[in-house]
């Protein structure tokens, strides 16, 4: 078969070439031979074995290619990750994390390595979308600890104020849920319902807050706080009247 010799020529120039970069091409070029002849996995083999022995973008790109293809996304997660240790360029580096972090999350389901790598991402880039990412994954695990960490980074850089009343919304259920910083939880609450951005955000710190005074058994701060809500609603109310 002509293709398949054509193939294995590649092969039999690398058994008297002895010079790393010559070795590297000549393999890369017998691994696209392969891939064009559609047998993938024999590509992905090859081009393994060259990255090996030495790593080059252009086989880097073709095996990530190859590895997709073939779906097989074990390799590919970790080619991902050795990639990362030949990559000193910050944005080829942050591009390469968030590849993995969805291999890891969506094809593997692997959550804590997931997080692991998101939380590389933000010390590397501080990305907002890697926090949001981050509360997502943690919510999933379970950690609330990790969690909380996560809604109070975002309150330190969100300059959205809907979505700043939404995350302090967020922090303080989620620390009234397990029974922690309650006095944070009650200023968080504070925060939110004096904010006239988010009417949403504001209702639930509303009902929030009532939760909590009842659960301290501090009564007379809940029919205070229950009778200044009903004031305001009922001048919301007069004032949406007139209009």
């Not at 591009?95 to 804590?112: C, D, P, Y």
């Amino acid at each position: 078969n002509l293709a398949r010799l054509a193939a294995r020529a590649p092969e039999r120039l690398l058994q008297v070439e002895s010079s790393t970069e010559t070795r590297a091409e000549l393999q890369l070029e017998q691994g696209l031979v392969w891939q064009r002849m559609g047998d993938t996995e024999s590509a992905a083999r090859i081009l393994e074995k060259a990255l090996q022995a030495h790593f080059r973008d252009d086989t880097y790109d073709a095996l990530v290619g190859v590895l997709e293809k073939l779906g097989r996304y074990d390799r590919l997660a970790m080619l991902l990750e050795r990639a990362l240790k030949h990559m000193d360029q910050p944005n080829r580096r942050v591009k390469i994390m968030w590849q993995l972090a969805e291999i890891l999350g969506t094809k593997l389901q692997q959550l804590k390595p997931t997080a692991q790598i998101l939380e590389s991402i933000y010390r590397e880039s501080q990305s907002q979308l890697a926090l949001n990412r981050l509360s997502d994954v943690y919510g999933d695990l379970g950690d609330t600890g990790s969690l909380k960490s996560v809604y109070r980074r975002q309150l330190q850089a969100d300059s959205d104020e809907i979505e700043t009343d939404a995350v302090r919304v967020r922090l303080a259920k989620l620390l009234l849920e397990t029974d922690t910083d309650l006095a944070e939880c009650e200023q968080l609450l504070q925060q939110s319902m004096n904010s006239p951005i988010d009417h949403l955000a504001r209702s639930e710190a509303v009902d929030l807050l009532s939760r909590l005074y009842r659960e301290q058994h501090r009564f007379a701060d809940l029919t205070q706080h229950l009778e200044a809500h009903l004031g305001e609603d009922a001048e919301r109310e007069q004032v949406s009247r007139s209009e």
